[in-house]
């Protein structure tokens, strides 16, 4: 047990290498038989080696590197349509995978350490020279929204507006596959779009186009510019840093005197609009 962390011989526990090399004193034999048991109890299911991010699936409980993860849902998007559980369970796996697992990362961490900084070498040289980047600027898992109407065909496919997230490029060298969150025909396979097709998603989880009201009197350069209670549409976001919770919003009416913007957008904090629908009894905002 006194040798349980000092630095073993070099870790002859690497993946698919078990033997034992010369002659090694009992406790410290135990020692590299120790952390091959906590190997196999620390191990992705996918790559076959120590954890890196580990992240627990609801489905089926499993673990499984992030890294690892993303891969398997990229891979199976473009072959199987619909990724599945890789523990077995044929559960669809979720695009936004869960956080990932503390609990797991510390143990690894304090009982794999040699193991765990050899796997991150060799992740490091693996991911060398690739990029998460992607066509349009955009980058691998990050939220997007549709930025027009998409057709397939001569059907409408995706709404303006609809969020989704970004899987990679497509090999065609100019579309990015993207899992949208909803479809108009009710599809769950993800549609290759082009970059121009996306932008970043609106604060508050507004869309581009919805109808929204507004929950406060509105002062426009020190005058009333929208009642409470107007209805707009969302027509886009502030640009730059302080436009971050900021939306523009296209109200049916506005009270200012302005005279050259009385009719354009207003621009709002996302907190001060709310979703146009009917309260109980029928009433509206």
């Known amino acids: 047990a006194g040798c349980s962390r000092a630095p073993l011989c070099p870790p002859s526990w690497r993946r698919g290498r078990r033997g034992r090399v010369g002659h090694m004193a009992p406790s410290c034999e135990a ?16 790559c076959d080696d120590v954890f890196i991010d580990p992240t627990t699936l609801s489905c089926c409980g499993k673990a499984f ?37 503390r609990a797991l990362q510390d143990a690894v961490e304090q009982l794999l350490p040699h193991a ?25 898992w990050q939220e997007i929204a549709a930025n027009r109407d998409i057709i397939f065909g001569n059907r409408l496919g995706v709404r ?15 579309h ?7 479809r108009e025909d009710g599809s769950e396979l993800c549609v290759n779009v082009l970059p121009e097709a996306l932008m970043a998603p609106l604060p508050g989880g507004f869309r581009l186009g919805q109808r929204v009201v507004a ?9 009333l510019g929208v009642k409470l209670g107007t209805v707009g549409s969302v027509v886009g976001q502030l640009g730059g840093q302080l436009g971050e919770d900021r939306l523009m919003v296209m109200f049916d009416q506005r009270v200012d005197s302005g005279l050259n913007c009385a009719h354009g957008p207003v621009s709002v904090n996302f907190r001060e609009v709310a979703v146009q629908r009917l309260l109980v009894g029928g009433f509206l905002i």
């Open 65 to 101: 590197c992030r890294r690892c993860l993303r891969q398997w849902i990229r891979t199976s998007v473009h072959t199987a349509g619909i990724p599945r559980c890789p523990g077995g369970c044929t559960s669809k796996l979720p695009f936004r995978l869960p956080a990932q697992s």
């Open 116 to 140: 765990l900084e050899r796997r991150r070498q060799e992740v490091e040289e693996e991911d060398e020279g690739s990029d998460d980047l992607c066509f349009g600027g955009l980058r691998c």
């Open 215 to 223: 929950l406060f009197d509105l002062m426009l350069f020190d005058e």
């Open 176 to 182: 990015v596959t993207v899992r949208f969150d909803e």
């Open 31 to 46: 020692a590299v038989e120790g952390e091959d048991a906590a190997l196999e109890l620390f191990k992705c299911g996918i």
């Open 160 to 174: 303006q507006g609809t969020p989704g997230i970004l899987v990679g490029n497509f090999n065609d060298g100019c």
